[in-house]
């Protein structure tokens, strides 16, 4: 059975958990499973990797990475195309350089340290559904983006606003 591509839509928010652990968005979870081997039985990990050009990670399954050649082609075509220099060597690095995460039932996972500390992820997670993939932010980090992260900032302010509120009253 092929793997389906995943459809990663929506924000949601996590703050750090008992045993250093947050907790992905539901929705996130059941499109990992299907990018991973293409059902919902399917092993339960996120890939984790730095984005090339925001502070924040990129979330994925398997799927993405069966088209990284197709990615390091089509990058290296746009370079060449704009008269840019492209490293294919060091892309391949970057795009192969990421941390497997399993997660529970529940959607708890902990993030790898050496992940955490290039994001500036402390203790909290604003997630960003990106289509094939999805972005974890520490908010800190989200809101030095500019005004074109407008929306995107405001669902993060929302939903760690309702999140903190929910853990004062524990």
Not at 109 to 137: H, M, N, R, S
Request: hydrophobic share 35%.
């Amino acid at each position: 059975m092929s793997a389906l591509e995943p459809e990663f839509s929506g924000q949601d928010f996590s703050l750090l958990r008992d045993k250093n652990r947050f907790v992905l968005p539901p929705k996130f979870r059941k499109q990992l499973k299907i990018a991973n081997h293409g059902s919902e039985e399917s092993e339960s990990r996120v890939l984790l990797l730095k984005h090339d050009r925001w502070e924040c990670l990129i979330g994925f399954g398997e799927s993405r990475l069966r088209s990284a050649n197709k990615r390091l082609d089509r990058e290296e075509q746009l370079a060449a195309k704009a008269g840019r220099e492209f490293d294919r060597d060091k892309r391949a690095l970057d795009l192969n350089t990421y941390e497997d995460a399993p997660f529970d039932s529940s959607g708890r996972f902990t993030l790898p340290d050496g992940l955490a500390v290039v994001a500036g992820i402390k203790d909290q997670i604003f997630y960003q559904g990106g289509g094939e993939f999805f972005t974890l932010w520490a908010p800190e980090e989200l809101y030095k983006m500019g005004d074109d992260w407008r929306a995107a900032k405001t669902f993060c302010q929302r939903l760690a606003e309702r999140e903190l509120a929910k853990a004062r009253k524990k």
